[in-house]
């Protein structure tokens, strides 16, 4: 079993819908949990971190966090063809280190 | 605040070369990881090092190595080049290295083994 899985995915969304990225982790120790999103031949850009559970909101975008299903979510509202891209979702187990799923690209259609 | 900066952005180099990665986090951020990025394997962590001391590490051969200097820059070595380790490598920063903290990433050295 993978530390850090992510729906598979490609997932795709019509312009102005919400999409919903998943991610399961496996070790329960861990801390804190990041969504990142990479463009195509770029460096990962943070987008959102949670280290509670329940939701946490910035704007379009709503991390969710559920320790005891060892699960977290991404929700983007109102979906722009600029937020076309992989996520990724990332958990720190421990100082300094992190674990990556392997992904989700996002296509929104205008 | 100048962001995460690496050096160089873009390697050629033969199989069995060294080489020689560079990386210089935000300034005031003490610790710096390492990971290789690959379209197979995705993002993989190499090693952390902390107040000059290599704090945590991944599943990768010895011949990947680190270091990290006293202005917290920090440089990551391969030597002896496999044709497998052709990817993105990228190094992340944190403030203080304690969880839970954001890593801030830079942007990247793209290595192409030959």
């Known amino acids: 079993q993978k530390e850090v899985e992510q729906n598979s995915g490609p997932l795709s969304v019509p312009e102005g819908a919400i999409a919903s990225l998943n991610c399961t982790y496996s070790?329960?120790?861990?801390?804190?949990f990041f969504w990142y999103r990479q463009y195509s031949g770029k460096s990962p850009e943070l987008i959102m971190s949670?280290?509670?559970?329940g939701d946490k909101e910035d704007g379009r975008f709503t991390a969710q966090l559920n320790k005891a299903s060892q699960y977290v979510s991404l929700l983007i509202r109102d979906s722009q063809p600029s937020d076309s891209a992989t996520y990724l979702c990332?958990?720190?187990?421990?100082?300094?280190?992190?674990?990556f799923g392997d992904g989700t690209t996002l296509t929104v259609k205008p | 605040k100048a962001g995460v900066t690496q050096t160089p952005r873009y390697l050629i180099k033969t199989r069995g070369q060294q080489v020689t990665l560079s990386c210089s986090p935000i300034?005031?951020?003490?610790?710096v990881s390492w990971y290789q990025q690959t379209p197979g394997q995705g993002l993989q962590f190499l090693f952390e090092?902390?107040?000059?001391?290599?704090?945590n590490k991944g599943n990768f051969p010895g011949r990947f190595s680190g270091r990290q200097f006293s202005n917290s820059r920090s440089e990551m070595n391969v030597s002896t080049l496999e044709l497998g380790d052709s990817a993105l490598y990228l190094c992340?920063?944190?403030?203080?290295?304690?969880?839970?903290?954001?890593?801030?990433f830079g942007p990247g050295t793209r290595l192409l083994v030959l």
């Open positions: 992340a920063s944190s403030l203080a290295g304690t969880a839970p903290e954001t890593q801030y």
């Open positions: 070790d329960r120790g861990s801390q804190s």
């Open positions: 949670i280290y509670s559970n």
């Open positions: 990332a958990v720190n187990i421990r100082a300094g280190k992190s674990t």
């Open positions: 300034s005031g951020h003490r610790s």
């Open positions: 090092y902390f107040s000059e001391t290599q704090r």
